[in-house]
């Protein structure tokens, strides 16, 4: 360890700086000096956050305050009670102190706070964007489009879903998804700050693309290096050679090649080797040169103190004060640091001095609010090795009040006792508490309180006066970071659940498919039925089926078994639609499924009557719904027959564009009369057998116009990117047979731009329709990113 230090001038240089600053923290809290200046601060803030007259809290309570981590009704709560402008105000104020390195005492931070918050409280309060959630795809993507960024939108929707399936699951990947989206949004904040208003538009988005990109790569080194290298995933050994690869990376300024890699996770370094090694050289080639050595003096600092504390063991009784403290600030700090770095910010006068100095507030608030969680894994930080060693290390500094010093120093020292900065630091410090007693109840909360306020007293009656009296101390990126924890599980748990649900569905239609043979009439040929069950047997996604069967029993409640010839009939109509596209007079396709085409096994004429006799017993099942009122079935029959006669016309427009240049307007109805059209019958048609309303069937049908074409287009581009072994047929049979395609047509880049577009549209026609069922936007997740 030591050689490591004195090989690397700048983590000496750093350490030093360090522990200069600990030891500056260490006498204010031996000789308590940040006690009264903070009774101070206190006895003027509470002003604004300690009400006690009875008459206001009578006519306050009549509008009742919703709990803060109920994202919509809280900002309807705060708007109507005129606190949701303060509220963003502090917010936006703190991300600049926290993240941007401002001094708030400044005027032009001050109108920089006022006009974000004013145009995020105008967002939030609109009526387009007041009930959607935060980070929506949607909402996201739409944005997107606005600033003329959707392929790098595109890219990073790609990168995250890929990050999500390299993952362990014995890693937490909603917080590592957390993690890399708030770090993006940080890195992406640095850069709108510094984009003036002389910027045209086409350099705004070339810096903003880069933005993106590069937050992504500069995050990923949480999920692929802290966070791998926290967890139990790697052996021992591995680790010791994957913290070799990453620190001659920082030292050498180049990835160097895995080699063979021994050990039961192969697999997985591989793949994260080769994302880091991509995301490592993309930030090196967007950095300009005097850039450099601050990003890689900074990676080391960062790097290095967290390797030094990882290899801590908590059962080592001699850490010294030093051993627990520096490692901290300098990890806190210099990851801070790397950031301005890592997108080539014009140097900012004071601001590496006070985000040095700011780092250490941050970590000790998390380690804090992490103690039981750090106990259970066997950290070592400074809030669990006092826990552990406080009655038997006197010398020990209690962390809790180094905490108080840093925030004293920080309000008088670093920001000169500028009054907004001691707002927003003072909010922040009980909000933190606030949070932290609702999560664990008052008896655990005591608990801790009793060994780390034992010698604070009588300030820590005041910090508990102020925890449990003090309102209006809330913060925006809070109930954010909730919100989208919360989103980001429900995301993940509806996606599980969508998949076994279809697994299962899967598995319930395919035992329906399959026709008997009658053996009525000895001479019969029955090879019509034996060719249709071969092509029902196919390895088929069944998507079809499956929206219909689930619209029908998961939405409208009917009975699964009184609509199984409904599933069935859908099921057939699909797979005698594709008999005849693949015959020779169609699209000549040799195989289906994974297996050879129908007419390649038996004959065309075969494949032709099995087409006519699917269809036929499409109708049939139609026909036999028999525990649904008469009127309603004949409406069903006439509909699915009038889709099949459109679908019909879809295919000869599709055989009569071969070889000719469409426009995209003419594309885009032919795939919906080809595809579309399917999607819509599998929904419209239990809305029919449900009675349900013209508007809600109008809203399922403009989804399904969105989802067959963003349907199409993957297919489109899967002709062109996929893989065959997963897609079950070859690859450029669409340039084979000269036909028109949205790649064709608009190119690959602009392609995904429509499929992303339509993806979003038919998630809106959900949004504005009586139903909005979760699964069908996991349908359209599924479109979008199948690779098959």
Same mark, same amino acid.
């Given at each position: 360890?030591?050689?490591?230090?004195?090989?690397?001038?700048?983590?000496?240089?750093?350490?030093?700086?360090?522990?200069?600053?600990?030891?500056?923290?260490?006498?204010?809290?031996?000789?308590?000096?940040?006690?009264?200046?903070?009774?101070?601060?206190?006895?003027?803030?509470?002003?604004?956050?300690?009400?006690?007259?009875?008459?206001?809290?009578?006519?306050?309570?009549?509008?009742?305050?919703?709990?803060?981590?109920?994202?919509?009704?809280?900002?309807?709560?705060?708007?109507?009670?005129?606190?949701?402008?303060?509220?963003?105000?502090?917010?936006?104020?703190?991300?600049?102190?926290?993240?941007?390195?401002?001094?708030?005492?400044?005027?032009?931070?001050?109108?920089?706070?006022?006009?974000?918050?004013?145009?995020?409280?105008?967002?939030?309060?609109?009526?387009?964007?007041?009930?959607?959630?935060?980070?929506?795809?949607?909402?996201?993507?739409?944005?997107?489009?606005?600033?003329?960024?959707?392929?790098?939108?595109?890219?990073?929707?790609?990168?995250?879903?890929?990050?999500?399936?390299?993952?362990?699951?014995?890693?937490?990947?909603?917080?590592?998804?957390?993690?890399?989206?708030?770090?993006?949004?940080?890195?992406?904040?640095?850069?709108?700050?510094?984009?003036?208003?002389?910027?045209?538009?086409?350099?705004?988005?070339?810096?903003?693309?880069?933005?993106?990109?590069?937050?992504?790569?500069?995050?990923?080194?949480?999920?692929?290096?802290?966070?791998?290298?926290?967890?139990?995933?790697?052996?021992?050994?591995?680790?010791?050679?994957?913290?070799?690869?990453?620190?001659?990376?920082?030292?050498?300024?180049?990835?160097?090649?895995?080699?063979?890699?021994?050990?039961?996770?192969?697999?997985?370094?591989?793949?994260?080797?080769?994302?880091?090694?991509?995301?490592?050289?993309?930030?090196?080639?967007?950095?300009?040169?005097?850039?450099?050595?601050?990003?890689?003096?900074?990676?080391?600092?960062?790097?290095?103190?967290?390797?030094?504390?990882?290899?801590?063991?908590?059962?080592?009784?001699?850490?010294?004060?030093?051993?627990?403290?520096?490692?901290?600030?300098?990890?806190?700090?210099?990851?801070? +640091? !790397?950031?301005?770095? &890592?997108?080539? /910010?014009?140097?900012?006068?004071? %601001? =590496?001095?006070?985000?040095?100095?700011?780092? $250490?507030?941050?970590?000790?608030?998390?380690?804090?609010?992490?103690?039981?969680?750090?106990?259970?894994?066997?950290?070592?930080?400074?809030?669990?090795?006092?826990?552990?060693?406080?009655?038997?290390?006197?010398?020990?500094?209690?962390?809790?009040?180094?905490?108080?010093?840093?925030?004293?120093?920080?309000?008088?020292?670093?920001?000169?006792?500028?009054?907004?900065?001691?707002?927003?630091?003072?909010?922040?410090?009980?909000?933190?508490?606030?949070?932290?007693?609702?999560?664990?109840?008052?008896?655990?909360?005591?608990?801790?309180?009793?060994?780390?306020?034992?010698?604070?007293?009588?300030?820590?009656? +005041? !910090?508990?006066?102020? &925890?449990?009296? /003090?309102?209006?101390?809330?913060? %925006? =990126?809070?109930?954010?970071?909730?919100?989208? $924890?919360?989103?980001?599980?429900?995301?993940?748990?509806?996606?599980?659940?969508?998949?076994?649900?279809?697994?299962?569905?899967?598995?319930?239609?395919?035992?329906?498919?399959?026709?008997?043979?009658?053996?009525?009439?000895?001479?019969?040929?029955?090879?019509?039925?034996?060719?249709?069950?071969?092509?029902?047997?196919?390895?088929?996604?069944?998507?079809?089926?499956?929206?219909?069967?689930?619209?029908?029993?998961?939405?409208?409640?009917?009975?699964?078994?009184?609509?199984?010839?409904?599933?069935?009939?859908?099921?057939?109509?699909?797979?005698?639609?594709?008999?005849?596209?693949?015959?020779?007079?169609?699209?000549?396709?040799?195989?289906?499924?994974?297996?050879?085409?129908?007419?390649?096994?038996?004959?065309?004429?075969?494949?032709?009557?099995?087409?006519?006799?699917?269809?036929?017993?499409?109708?049939?099942?139609?026909?036999?719904?028999?525990?649904?009122?008469?009127?309603?079935?004949?409406?069903?029959?006439?509909?699915?027959?009038?889709?099949?006669?459109?679908?019909?016309?879809?295919?000869?427009?599709?055989?009569?564009?071969?070889?000719?240049?469409?426009?995209?307007?003419?594309?885009?109805?032919?795939?919906?009369?080809?595809?579309?059209?399917?999607?819509?019958?599998?929904?419209?048609?239990?809305?029919?057998?449900?009675?349900?309303?013209?508007?809600?069937?109008?809203?399922?049908?403009?989804?399904?116009?969105?989802?067959?074409?963003?349907?199409?287009?993957?297919?489109?581009?899967?002709?062109?990117?996929?893989?065959?072994?997963?897609?079950?047929?070859?690859?450029?049979?669409?340039?084979?047979?000269?036909?028109?395609?949205?790649?064709?047509?608009?190119?690959?880049?602009?392609?995904?731009?429509?499929?992303?577009?339509?993806?979003?549209?038919?998630?809106?026609?959900?949004?504005?329709?009586?139903?909005?069922?979760?699964?069908?936007?996991?349908?359209?997740?599924?479109?979008?990113?199948?690779?098959?």
């Amino acid at each position: 360890m030591n050689k490591n230090k004195q090989s690397n001038p700048g983590y000496q240089k750093a350490e030093q700086k360090a522990r200069d600053y600990f030891q500056m923290l260490f006498k204010q809290v031996r000789e308590q000096t940040y006690v009264p200046l903070l009774i101070n601060d206190f006895n003027s803030w509470k002003h604004h956050h300690v009400h006690h007259s009875p008459f206001l809290s009578f006519f306050s309570s009549q509008k009742k305050k919703t709990a803060p981590r109920d994202y919509h009704p809280y900002i309807q709560w705060l708007n109507y009670t005129g606190k949701l402008e303060p509220y963003l105000e502090r917010s936006i104020a703190y991300l600049f102190l926290r993240d941007l390195g401002k001094d708030l005492g400044e005027p032009e931070t001050q109108n920089q706070v006022r006009r974000v918050a004013s145009s995020l409280k105008t967002q939030l309060t609109t009526e387009k964007s007041g009930n959607q959630e935060p980070f929506n795809l949607v909402g996201l993507y739409r944005k997107s489009q606005e600033e003329g960024i959707e392929s790098t939108m595109i890219w990073l929707i790609h990168k995250l879903k890929n990050v999500t399936t390299i993952i362990p699951e014995e890693m937490d990947g909603v917080q590592a998804q957390r993690k890399l989206i708030k770090i993006i949004a940080g890195v992406l904040m640095h850069v709108v700050n510094e984009i003036g208003d002389e910027v045209t538009a086409c350099e705004r988005r070339k810096r903003l693309d880069i933005a993106i990109r590069i937050g992504y790569c500069y995050g990923l080194t949480y999920p692929f290096i802290d966070d791998l290298l926290d967890s139990n995933v790697l052996t021992p050994q591995e680790k010791h050679r994957y913290s070799d690869l990453i620190r001659t990376t920082l030292t050498t300024r180049s990835v160097p090649s895995l080699g063979k890699w021994t050990g039961p996770n192969k697999n997985l370094v591989e793949k994260v080797h080769k994302e880091l090694k991509e995301a490592f050289e993309y930030i090196k080639a967007h950095q300009r040169s005097e850039f450099l050595d601050s990003f890689f003096e900074q990676s080391y600092v960062f790097f290095h103190s967290q390797e030094v504390d990882r290899k801590k063991n908590v059962k080592n009784t001699s850490f010294t004060n030093e051993d627990l403290y520096l490692p901290v600030i300098l990890k806190s700090a210099s990851s801070r +640091l !790397i950031v301005r770095s &890592v997108i080539s /910010a014009p140097e900012d006068k004071g %601001f =590496d001095d006070r985000t040095f100095y700011y780092g $250490i507030y941050n970590q000790l608030a998390d380690d804090f609010a992490d103690l039981f969680d750090d106990l259970e894994d066997g950290a070592v930080t400074p809030y669990t090795y006092y826990w552990l060693y406080h009655d038997k290390r006197p010398d020990l500094i209690n962390p809790f009040e180094l905490y108080w010093s840093v925030i004293a120093h920080l309000i008088h020292h670093v920001y000169r006792s500028d009054t907004m900065t001691r707002e927003v630091i003072l909010d922040r410090a009980i909000n933190g508490l606030k949070r932290y007693k609702a999560k664990m109840g008052n008896k655990k909360y005591k608990k801790v309180m009793d060994v780390f306020t034992a010698n604070m007293q009588p300030f820590n009656g +005041l !910090i508990q006066q102020m &925890v449990k009296k /003090a309102e209006d101390v809330d913060f %925006f =990126d809070k109930l954010l970071r909730d919100q989208m $924890i919360t989103s980001l599980k429900q995301e993940r748990n509806e996606r599980e659940d969508f998949f076994e649900n279809i697994k299962q569905v899967r598995e319930q239609i395919n035992s329906l498919l399959p026709i008997t043979k009658t053996n009525e009439i000895p001479l019969l040929d029955e090879t019509v039925v034996e060719a249709a069950n071969y092509s029902l047997e196919g390895d088929g996604k069944r998507l079809r089926s499956v929206m219909a069967c689930m619209m029908s029993v998961k939405e409208y409640g009917l009975n699964q078994a009184s609509v199984e010839p409904l599933i069935k009939s859908i099921e057939y109509l699909h797979t005698a639609s594709l008999i005849f596209d693949d015959l020779p007079s169609q699209d000549n396709s040799l195989t289906r499924r994974g297996r050879p085409a129908l007419h390649q096994v038996y004959n065309v004429a075969i494949a032709e009557l099995t087409g006519i006799f699917l269809t036929q017993k499409a109708t049939a099942e139609q026909a036999s719904l028999n525990q649904f009122d008469s009127k309603t079935v004949l409406e069903l029959i006439r509909y699915s027959a009038q889709m099949t006669s459109e679908m019909c016309k879809g295919q000869a427009m599709d055989l009569a564009s071969k070889g000719k240049t469409m426009t995209h307007k003419e594309l885009n109805l032919l795939c919906f009369y080809k595809t579309g059209m399917a999607f819509e019958a599998a929904l419209v048609m239990p809305a029919i057998l449900a009675q349900a309303k013209a508007d809600e069937i109008a809203a399922l049908k403009k989804f399904a116009w969105h989802a067959g074409i963003a349907f199409q287009i993957q297919d489109d581009l899967l002709d062109v990117e996929g893989e065959e072994h997963l897609l079950g047929k070859p690859v450029g049979q669409d340039a084979e047979n000269n036909r028109s395609t949205f790649v064709s047509i608009l190119g690959i880049e602009e392609a995904k731009k429509g499929m992303w577009d339509h993806y979003c549209s038919a998630i809106e026609a959900l949004q504005h329709g009586q139903r909005n069922p979760a699964f069908l936007k996991h349908v359209m997740d599924y479109i979008v990113h199948r690779d098959y």
